[in-house]
């Protein structure tokens, strides 16, 4: 399926290209031969990728493994978009279906079997949680697909709460960026990696996973200064370079202090939009001034809080078996560090690593334990802080 989308998009390509170069020949007549001309061309590396894919809704008639080959397919519309992809399900599952709620990305899928149960199976499996923050990593996966016959017509009544694409169209159209929080003490921003739609999508979903409940684990190392429920409208504006942020609530419940701060996170958030130049924001309607008395709010706002103060490692790490891996996506290796080995045999089930990626303090299997030990140093020591526990939280670096 993905080679069939790949050829698509190169014929859409060289279509769009005739269509171009017979527009600009006005009467001049196209030659019929000769060697193939590549132009230079005007866009730039920021530029997405590919062409806008809209693909075909459900076909009269179709088998039950074509309607799902069809649903996969269409939620590889670009720019990203459910709206075909909720076609191909019954009219209770579509309603109930929210593809917000994660990302599953895969290398390969398999043939989907006949039948109104359908399992396909998934190899390197990569799940982001609603913000687009990497949860796990998974060598395969299976997936349980059942359907309904809808007036004379099959349609899917069963299926994840997730937008399940391949791993190479993830790449294409989903850029890495963050999201920006308080540290417990309000002292610092901290930056949480997520992988966000590119191009007019940006700035709304930025915002959309600012105001995204965060997992259990960041509770304790990040704050969000937007209240429960906070939600915004379907999109966020740029008019004139600035961005407009409408909010809902209550104004009159949201005092001063805590509006600069969620200034302050919009603000360092969307400055990650070319396009942005300034951040206004209104909540229940009502137009926020910032600072300075103009509500349209300047991008160097919140420099006090600016996270750059302390170098800190842009490594991502994890628990691979037991032992602490760390590099980028995909490129994850065991780290030099006495956790990373094999010896000696400590196996953990959580960790934190401090800012500058130094150290790192994991939580033993059994939750019994909490040990300390340095990430790059071979002849490092464990040292172990807590004993005797009973199922200690996952630790986290002040």
Known sequence: MRDLRADLRAAGAVLVTVLVASLLAGCVRMPTSGPVQESEGT????????ISFDPRPPQAGQATSEIVDGFFEAMTATPVSARVARQFLSREAAEAWVPEKQIITYGELGDATAGTSVRLALTDVNTYDARGAWERT??????????????????????????????????????????????????VLVPEPVFVPRGEQLASSLVRGLLTTSSADLEDV?????????????????????????????????????????????????????????VQLSIGGRTIVGPSGSPQVSLQFGSAYDPNGVPASTDLYALDRGRVVAGRMGELSPTL??????????DL???????????????????????VAPTEAPTGEVTTVVAGAVDLAAPHWD
């Open 43 to 50: 866009g730039t590396t920021e530029d997405l990728p590919g």
């Open 138 to 187: 998974e060598a395969g996966a299976s997936l349980s697909i059942g359907l309904v016959k809808e007036d004379g017509e099959w349609r899917i009544d069963q299926v994840p709460d997730a937008l399940i694409v391949p791993e190479s169209w993830f790449d294409d159209w989903y850029e890495r960026a963050s999201l920006y929080y308080f540290d417990p003490t309000t002292e």
């Open 222 to 278: 990040a704050r969000s200064y937007f209240p429960p429920g906070t939600t915004h409208g379907l999109s966020v504006p740029i008019v004139s370079g600035v961005a407009e942020v409408s909010l809902s609530g209550d104004p009159d419940a949201v005092d001063e202090l805590t509006t600069q701060r969620m200034l302050a996170q919009l603000v360092w958030t969307l400055r990650q939009e070319p396009r942005i130049g300034a």
């Open 337 to 346: 560090g006495p956790l990373g080995q094999e010896e000696p045999a400590v």
């Open 349 to 371: 089930r959580s960790i934190g690593v401090n800012l500058a990626g130094a150290r790192v303090a994991g939580v033993t299997a059994t939750g019994a334990e909490l040990v």
